[in-house]
C-alpha cells in the first residue's frame, strides 16, 4: 500500500517515551503558527513509499519500544496509518498518534470508517493544534498546553474522553 511521508526518524526519544520509530505524514491543513514542521504542510509535498518497506525498517530495530505518528495530520491518511498501526501492533509494538484535530472533532467524524480505525488503532492520541501562546517546555513530549494526552482505547470504549497526565501504556487497553 502506498503512503505519502514527509519523513521517518529511526530511532527518536523526543516523540514519545522510549525508544521510538517516527513516521512523519505529508499534509497538513490547520498552518499552526510557528508550526515545528512546517515542511509537512504541502499535500502534494514530500515522497511516496510503501507501508510494507516501513515495516520492514521497523522490524529491524530490537529496541524500538513504540511507533509514532507525526506529521503533517496522519488523519489525512487514516486508511494508511490504521493499516500500518495494525501491522505495527502484531510486532508488539505501542502507536502514538499525534493530531492537530481534537478528539471531539475526530469522533464527529467516526461515520468515517478510517478516522474511526485510526483511532481504534491508537494506544496514546496526542490531540489538539499547536498554540504558540500555551507553548510550554515544562511538559513532556507536546508543545502547547491546551494539547492532551487521551488513552483513545478507552475513550472509544467508555464513550467519554480519558485524559492523561503522562504517557501511560495499558495492556489490553
Do not use: W
Not at 504541502?42 to 515495516?55: L, P
Not at 519500544?65 to 510486532?91: C, D, M, N, W
Amino acid at each position: 500500500m502506498k503512503i505519502r511521508l514527509s519523513g521517518v526518524i529511526k530511532q527518536s526519544v523526543v516523540d514519545g517515551p522510549g525508544i521510538r520509530f517516527v513516521i512523519f505524514s505529508q499534509g497538513c491543513f490547520h498552518n499552526c503558527k510557528n508550526c515545528h514542521n512546517p515542511q509537512t504542510h504541502d499535500i502534494n509535498g514530500g515522497y511516496i513509499t510503501d507501508t510494507d518497506n516501513i515495516i520492514n525498517e521497523i522490524k529491524k530495530n530490537p529496541l524500538i519500544s513504540g511507533v509514532t505518528f507525526s506529521g503533517g495530520e496522519p488523519f489525512l491518511q487514516a486508511y494508511e496509518f490504521s493499516y500500518l498501526a495494525r501491522e505495527i501492533h502484531k510486532l508488539g509494538l505501542n502507536i502514538i498518534t499525534y493530531t492537530g484535530y481534537t478528539i471531539e472533532e475526530l469522533l464527529c467524524l467516526k461515520d468515517k470508517k478510517d478516522i474511526y480505525n485510526l483511532l481504534c488503532e491508537t494506544d496514546l492520541l496526542v490531540d489538539g493544534k499547536f498554540d504558540e501562546e500555551k507553548k510550554s517546555l515544562m511538559i513532556k513530549f507536546r508543545g502547547s498546553t491546551n494539547q492532551r494526552i487521551i488513552n483513545s482505547r478507552r475513550t472509544l470504549s467508555e464513550n467519554k474522553v480519558v485524559e492523561l497526565d503522562d504517557f501511560i501504556f495499558e495492556e489490553n487497553a
